[in-house]
């Protein structure tokens, strides 16, 4: 580090001379220094030469190793052209991302339903991602119309093609031509008038109602049927032959539809599958091209299929004519296979994970996981629709043997009826008849057991503690329709029994006395029915109140009364326009839990035991704060991708001022709630805490496109949430998480993370650092607003500067944003920085924000920081002496990284920091950006915000444009010397700053 030489000639570098040091260093280390050589005058006068009368000057001898070195010529740069198709190697190794929902954009799609020849194919979906299970049941693929027909074509195995290569822009018109052909086409508008106006645009699209005006299909082939649509309840085959992956998706389907009543209209199930008629029915579409809305990567988007499925074999044949996806009873309808196929398609990079989040995908709430106990589920199950678990599943045996005896006493009647109407000979073209009430076939191949699958917690028993969990008709491991009663309970209700008497139907009844009685009716009930699949025959609940004109309050749009106020909608159920804001009222919970008929009991110790969580689900409703931040690399890869800059999250919570309460009941909300049944008001409890959903989903390498080895190097991603600031509500104890990490190296886990926690009222900053730099991903953040303020709390993604600098912490950054295409070693950055008198006493630490576009550059990045102390009062000819240089921090680059300000200011010296920014870059590399920006977080403007941080710190910068290089070989020598040079700064430059920068290659520890 050099400065201003003295006036005069002389200049400052490194020694001239060798001299022996007192202790030799030893081999492969080496050692220079630098100081100012001035003339020494001599201890004793030369002799006098008598003999000559001219006096000459005596030149004393001096043995030196310097040898003067010619700079090397500057390395070539490669050239930027040669770097900039680089991007192109990974481009189609990543799924890509699933354009946004477009109601306008859908609704003029090309459907071409009349086009029967030639169907459509979807070219993105790939069958070798299936898991092996998966591939093992299945035979062939056909279309979904005609998947049971053994004489039906069969289809070729789905397989995806890459992305398309980026084509080059066409050449852009001249402006002159383009104006003057706009110019005459107003003319002849103006020219033809209204006319003109009233003309058909010749490049609209025809729209979906136009283009299924006049559809020549015949068959029976429907999406749904009229009655599954008018009361949204269906029958599954639930096949426990089928593979996991069918099963957990069939499971969940049952899971939707015992909350048909609260799920919106438009949102449920078969509603999101398109094309539509104006009143919101799927229509078939004979040429199979079908788009499913899914809520992915934080918000709906479409998922575009074809109706092409996989078949595996039926039971009791030989021929490929039974379904491996979940299907319905019903013959010819498509809905379950076609959300299962948009299923495949949405997470076909995560298909060995356990489970897919199918729940969240087709209704867009929000899985809340809690630790299990009883405390939380009692409370969850009591407040919160989408209570589960997540079990392995038992084999039911007794069902199976029921099923084989209806399907055998049914089959001779059906090959009678199949014989007389078409004869021996054409039998095998015509459906079986099927008495059992499965009219689809079910695989031949042996049941699956142990399926994790997810179960509705329908009851909460707490004498003896057992919970009722239902999924369709799978039967949890452990499991038993008969719910345990306690001996003390027993005694009781054979005394009770003696004296009732019978009661009529409609006599007023409390919901104690009445669950006493039709105990045991109950249990036997719900272990043969099932609103969405289960035994053949069965009826759901809710069908047979309505069938037997059960005695209760019709709903609004049933009977006569509803029919009159929904004029031309008579007969539809009144399904809601929104969803419910959790908590919900108790009373509610109730009557929807008394609606969950079937299932199978369970001990709580032996659920806790399976389980170690449960999980609720949030609704995406008004009471709910979202934010998301997406950075996903999409629009069709036309450019190289480029990673946005880091944010800044910030969550501003504030509770809802405490209500107190005496009616015995509880606030909402659950955590910190104030009440008690004693008729008195309990003590104020602490600040709320508050549900929060942290969702992380990265683009996932596609394997069918990328290597082995290069698929599973970039398989993982990480995203690291880093505490930056908070304040704290008055009351609170406990801190936020400092760290919020979420991280895909769990491939049991999938794609999808979630993570649920509570945070404390309060003003939360979090710093966002996103591994996932090659194409990008999706945070999404929510929180649960039952207990907040709603106009004072947000959550929203910020710039950290703006951010800091509106909350009065002084940030700074600088200058130089870009660099070139470059290899070899190079000087990105160099800056002086300077902080005010009032900022230097009261910080102890600075940080430094870096950001590089070229994420694979960091591992070749070098940040110095170094401290400059320099006498004040030394005269302009001493200012080379009167100065130090202290090296701080010489460390690879982080992403956020705190710095040490070693040292007070001393009077009389003045203190400045440099930082300087080095690239040893191997390989030659693109051009790109970066940044460095400075902030003091110890330090709060008085004043609040800050409009200009130069108040407070400043940076310079320092030009780092003359770079010279050179290079030699050690001489051996017996003074341990490595390096010797010599650095001349000329005079009269001013002020200059320089670094040695030695490599040494060869010798032993170097």
């Given at each position: 580090?050099?400065?201003?030489?003295?006036?005069?000639?002389?200049?400052?570098?490194?020694?001239?001379?060798?001299?022996?040091?007192?202790?030799?260093?030893?081999?492969?280390?080496?050692?220079?220094?630098?100081?100012?050589?001035?003339?020494?005058?001599?201890?004793?006068?030369?002799?006098?030469?008598?003999?000559?009368?001219?006096?000459?000057?005596?030149?004393?001898?001096?043995?030196?190793?310097?040898?003067?070195?010619?700079?090397?010529?500057?390395?070539?740069?490669?050239?930027?052209?040669?770097?900039?198709?680089?991007?192109?190697?990974?481009?189609?190794?990543?799924?890509?991302?699933?354009?946004?929902?477009?109601?306008?954009?859908?609704?003029?799609?090309?459907?071409?339903?009349?086009?029967?020849?030639?169907?459509?194919?979807?070219?993105?979906?790939?069958?070798?991602?299936?898991?092996?299970?998966?591939?093992?049941?299945?035979?062939?693929?056909?279309?979904?119309?005609?998947?049971?027909?053994?004489?039906?074509?069969?289809?070729?195995?789905?397989?995806?093609?890459?992305?398309?290569?980026?084509?080059?822009?066409?050449?852009?018109?001249?402006?002159?031509?383009?104006?003057?052909?706009?110019?005459?086409?107003?003319?002849?508008?103006?020219?033809?008038?209204?006319?003109?106006?009233?003309?058909?645009?010749?490049?609209?699209?025809?729209?979906?109602?136009?283009?299924?005006?006049?559809?020549?299909?015949?068959?029976?082939?429907?999406?749904?049927?009229?009655?599954?649509?008018?009361?949204?309840?269906?029958?599954?085959?639930?096949?426990?032959?089928?593979?996991?992956?069918?099963?957990?998706?069939?499971?969940?389907?049952?899971?939707?539809?015992?909350?048909?009543?609260?799920?919106?209209?438009?949102?449920?199930?078969?509603?999101?599958?398109?094309?539509?008629?104006?009143?919101?029915?799927?229509?078939?579409?004979?040429?199979?091209?079908?788009?499913?809305?899914?809520?992915?990567?934080?918000?709906?988007?479409?998922?575009?299929?074809?109706?092409?499925?996989?078949?595996?074999?039926?039971?009791?044949?030989?021929?490929?004519?039974?379904?491996?996806?979940?299907?319905?009873?019903?013959?010819?309808?498509?809905?379950?296979?076609?959300?299962?196929?948009?299923?495949?398609?949405?997470?076909?990079?995560?298909?060995?994970?356990?489970?897919?989040?199918?729940?969240?995908?087709?209704?867009?709430?929000?899985?809340?996981?809690?630790?299990?106990?009883?405390?939380?589920?009692?409370?969850?199950?009591?407040?919160?629709?989408?209570?589960?678990?997540?079990?392995?599943?038992?084999?039911?045996?007794?069902?199976?043997?029921?099923?084989?005896?209806?399907?055998?006493?049914?089959?001779?009647?059906?090959?009678?009826?199949?014989?007389?109407?078409?004869?021996?000979?054409?039998?095998?073209?015509?459906?079986?008849?099927?008495?059992?009430?499965?009219?689809?076939?079910?695989?031949?191949?042996?049941?699956?057991?142990?399926?994790?699958?997810?179960?509705?917690?329908?009851?909460?028993?707490?004498?003896?503690?057992?919970?009722?969990?239902?999924?369709?008709?799978?039967?949890?491991?452990?499991?038993?329709?008969?719910?345990?009663?306690?001996?003390?309970?027993?005694?009781?209700?054979?005394?009770?029994?003696?004296?009732?008497?019978?009661?009529?139907?409609?006599?007023?009844?409390?919901?104690?006395?009445?669950?006493?009685?039709?105990?045991?009716?109950?249990?036997?009930?719900?272990?043969?029915?099932?609103?969405?699949?289960?035994?053949?025959?069965?009826?759901?609940?809710?069908?047979?109140?309505?069938?037997?004109?059960?005695?209760?309050?019709?709903?609004?749009?049933?009977?006569?009364?509803?029919?009159?106020?929904?004029?031309?909608?008579?007969?539809?159920?009144?399904?809601?326009?929104?969803?419910?804001?959790?908590?919900?009222?108790?009373?509610?919970?109730?009557?929807?839990?008394?609606?969950?008929?079937?299932?199978?009991?369970?001990?709580?110790?032996?659920?806790?035991?399976?389980?170690?969580?449960?999980?609720?689900?949030?609704?995406?409703?008004?009471?709910?704060?979202?934010?998301?931040?997406?950075?996903?690399?999409?629009?069709?890869?036309?450019?190289?991708?480029?990673?946005?800059?880091?944010?800044?999250?910030?969550m501003r919570l504030k509770s809802e001022a405490p209500k107190s309460r005496s009616d015995g009941g509880s606030a909402p909300g659950g955590v910190g709630a104030s009440g008690g049944g004693d008729g008195h008001e309990r003590a104020p409890r602490g600040p709320q805490w508050h549900r929060a959903i942290f969702i992380y989903e990265p683009l996932r390498?596609?394997?069918?496109?990328?290597?082995?080895?290069?698929?599973?190097?970039?398989?993982?991603?990480?995203?690291?949430?880093?505490?930056?600031?908070?304040?704290?509500?008055?009351?609170?104890?406990?801190?936020?998480?400092?760290?919020?990490?979420?991280?895909?190296?769990?491939?049991?886990?999938?794609?999808?993370?979630?993570?649920?926690?509570?945070?404390?009222?309060?003003?939360?900053?979090?710093?966002?650092?996103?591994?996932?730099?090659?194409?990008?991903?999706?945070?999404?953040?929510?929180?649960?607003?039952?207990?907040?303020?709603?106009?004072?709390?947000?959550?929203?993604?910020?710039?950290?500067?703006?951010?800091?600098?509106?909350?009065?912490?002084?940030?700074?950054?600088?200058?130089?944003?870009?660099?070139?295409?470059?290899?070899?070693?190079?000087?990105?950055?160099?800056?002086?920085?300077?902080?005010?008198?009032?900022?230097?006493?009261?910080?102890?630490?600075?940080?430094?924000?870096?950001?590089?576009?070229?994420?694979?550059?960091?591992?070749?990045?070098?940040?110095?920081?170094?401290?400059?102390?320099?006498?004040?009062?030394?005269?302009?000819?001493?200012?080379?002496?009167?100065?130090?240089?202290?090296?701080?921090?010489?460390?690879?680059?982080?992403?956020?990284?705190?710095?040490?300000?070693?040292?007070?200011?001393?009077?009389?010296?003045?203190?400045?920091?440099?930082?300087?920014?080095?690239?040893?870059?191997?390989?030659?590399?693109?051009?790109?950006?970066?940044?460095?920006?400075?902030?003091?977080?110890?330090?709060?403007?008085?004043?609040?915000?800050?409009?200009?941080?130069?108040?407070?710190?400043?940076?310079?910068?320092?030009?780092?444009?003359?770079?010279?290089?050179?290079?030699?070989?050690?001489?051996?020598?017996?003074?341990?010397?490595?390096?010797?040079?010599?650095?001349?700064?000329?005079?009269?430059?001013?002020?200059?700053?320089?670094?040695?920068?030695?490599?040494?290659?060869?010798?032993?520890?170097?």
């Open positions: 580090f050099g400065s201003r030489p003295p006036q005069g000639r002389g200049a400052c570098g490194g020694p001239t001379a060798v001299s022996r040091s007192p202790a030799t260093p030893p081999p492969g280390s080496w050692s220079a220094r630098g100081r100012l050589h001035r003339p020494r005058p001599c201890s004793m006068p030369p002799k006098k030469d008598n003999k000559k009368d001219a006096k000459k000057d005596v030149v004393q001898e001096v043995a030196t190793l310097y040898v003067r070195r010619e700079p090397l010529p500057p390395r070539e740069q490669p050239d930027a052209a040669d770097c900039a198709d680089a991007w192109k190697t990974v481009r189609g190794m990543y799924a890509m991302p699933f354009p946004d929902w477009d109601d306008k954009a859908v609704d003029v799609t090309e459907w071409k339903p009349n086009e029967t020849e030639t169907l459509f194919s979807s070219m993105e979906f790939a069958a070798k991602m299936l898991p092996k299970p998966f591939q093992q049941c299945m035979t062939t693929w056909r279309r979904a119309p005609v998947a049971t027909d053994p004489a039906a074509a069969e289809e070729a195995e789905p397989q995806a093609e890459p992305v398309p290569e980026v084509e080059e822009p066409p050449p852009e018109p001249d402006p002159k031509a383009k104006a003057k052909a706009k110019a005459d086409a107003k003319a002849k508008a103006k020219a033809k008038g209204k006319a003109a106006a009233e003309e058909v645009d010749p490049n609209a699209k025809p729209t979906t109602a136009q283009q299924f005006a006049e559809v020549n299909y015949e068959g029976d082939a429907c999406v749904v049927t009229p009655q599954e649509f008018r009361t949204r309840e269906f029958q599954l085959t639930n096949d426990d032959a089928s593979p996991p992956l069918s099963q957990a998706i069939a499971a969940q389907f049952a899971v939707i539809s015992e909350h048909r009543e609260l799920i919106p209209r438009g949102q449920y199930l078969w509603e999101q599958i398109f094309p539509q008629g104006e009143d919101g029915f799927p229509l078939f579409n004979p040429h199979g091209k079908y788009i499913v809305r899914l809520f992915l990567h934080g918000k709906w988007r479409q998922v575009m299929i074809d109706d092409i499925v996989p078949v595996g074999v039926a039971s009791n044949t030989q021929s490929p004519s039974a379904p491996v996806l979940p299907a319905s009873v019903a013959p010819n309808t498509l809905w379950p296979q076609l959300l299962s196929k948009a299923l495949l398609r949405a997470f076909q990079t995560d298909l060995k994970s356990m489970t897919l989040p199918v729940v969240s995908a087709l209704t867009g709430w929000l899985p809340y996981q809690l630790p299990m106990s009883w405390d939380a589920l009692n409370n969850s199950h009591g407040t919160r629709p989408f209570c589960c678990v997540q079990m392995p599943s038992q084999i039911d045996v007794e069902a199976r043997q029921r099923e084989a005896l209806l399907a055998a006493s049914a089959q001779p009647e059906s090959d009678q009826r199949a014989g007389r109407k078409v004869g021996a000979a054409s039998g095998p073209n015509v459906p079986a008849l099927n008495l059992s009430g499965h009219a689809v076939p079910k695989l031949g191949s042996q049941p699956c057991d142990a399926v994790p699958l997810q179960f509705l917690v329908c009851e909460v028993e707490a004498d003896p503690p057992q919970v009722r969990l239902k999924s369709a008709s799978w039967r949890p491991q452990g499991g038993t329709p008969r719910k345990a009663v306690s001996k003390e309970a027993e005694s009781e209700g054979e005394e009770g029994d003696e004296g009732m008497a019978p009661r009529r139907s409609g006599d007023p009844m409390d919901m104690d006395s009445e669950a006493e009685e039709n105990d045991e009716d109950d249990d036997e009930r719900r272990s043969v029915q099932s609103p969405s699949g289960g035994e053949p025959g069965m009826q759901s609940a809710r069908s047979k109140e309505v069938e037997d004109n059960v005695d209760e309050p019709s709903r609004p749009g049933e009977g006569a009364e509803g029919e009159e106020e929904m004029g031309s909608s008579a007969g539809l159920p009144p399904w809601p326009d929104s969803c419910p804001s959790p908590p919900m009222l108790t009373s509610v919970m109730q009557e929807f839990h008394r609606n969950l008929v079937g299932g199978f009991w369970m001990n709580f110790n032996d659920l806790e035991q399976s389980c170690e969580n449960f999980m609720t689900y949030m609704p995406p409703s008004s009471r709910v704060l979202s934010a998301s931040l997406d950075s996903m690399w999409g629009n069709g890869r036309k450019e190289a991708y480029v990673p946005s800059q880091y944010r800044l999250l910030r390498v596609d394997p069918s496109f990328a290597g082995g080895k290069e698929a599973s190097s970039m398989a993982t991603s990480s995203c690291l949430l880093q505490l930056m600031g908070q304040s704290q509500a008055p009351g609170a104890e406990q801190a936020p998480p400092s760290y919020i990490h979420l991280s895909t190296n769990d491939s049991s886990r999938g794609g999808v993370i979630m993570k649920s926690m509570l945070l404390p009222p309060g003003d939360h900053w979090y710093m966002v650092f996103d591994d996932a730099n090659r194409a990008g991903s999706v945070l999404s953040v929510h929180v649960d607003g039952a207990s907040l303020n709603l106009q004072e709390s947000r959550i929203e993604f910020q710039q950290p500067a703006e951010a800091l600098l509106k909350k009065g912490v002084p940030v700074t950054a600088l200058e130089q944003t870009e660099y070139p295409a470059q290899a070899g070693f190079n000087v990105w950055a160099k800056a002086e920085v300077t902080l005010a008198d009032e900022v230097a006493t009261c910080v102890d630490f600075m940080q430094i924000l870096s950001f590089v576009s070229d994420p694979a550059l960091r591992p070749s990045l070098q940040v110095t920081f170094m401290r400059l102390t320099e006498a004040t009062d030394e005269s302009p000819e001493s200012r080379c002496a009167a100065w130090s240089v202290e090296t701080i921090v010489r460390a690879p680059l982080l992403r956020l990284m705190a710095v040490p300000l070693r040292g007070k200011e001393e009077d009389g010296r003045s203190t400045k920091y440099i930082v300087m920014l080095e690239a040893s870059v191997p390989t030659p590399a693109p051009a790109g950006n970066f940044s460095l920006q400075m902030m003091l977080p110890q330090y709060t403007s008085k004043a609040g915000a800050i409009e200009a941080a130069e108040e407070f710190i400043q940076v310079t910068s320092l030009k780092a444009d003359h770079v010279l290089r050179w290079g030699g070989e050690t001489a051996p020598n017996d003074k341990g010397m490595v390096l010797c040079e010599r650095l001349v700064v000329p005079v009269g430059a001013g002020d200059v700053s320089a670094l040695l920068r030695v490599a040494v290659s060869g010798l032993p520890g170097a």
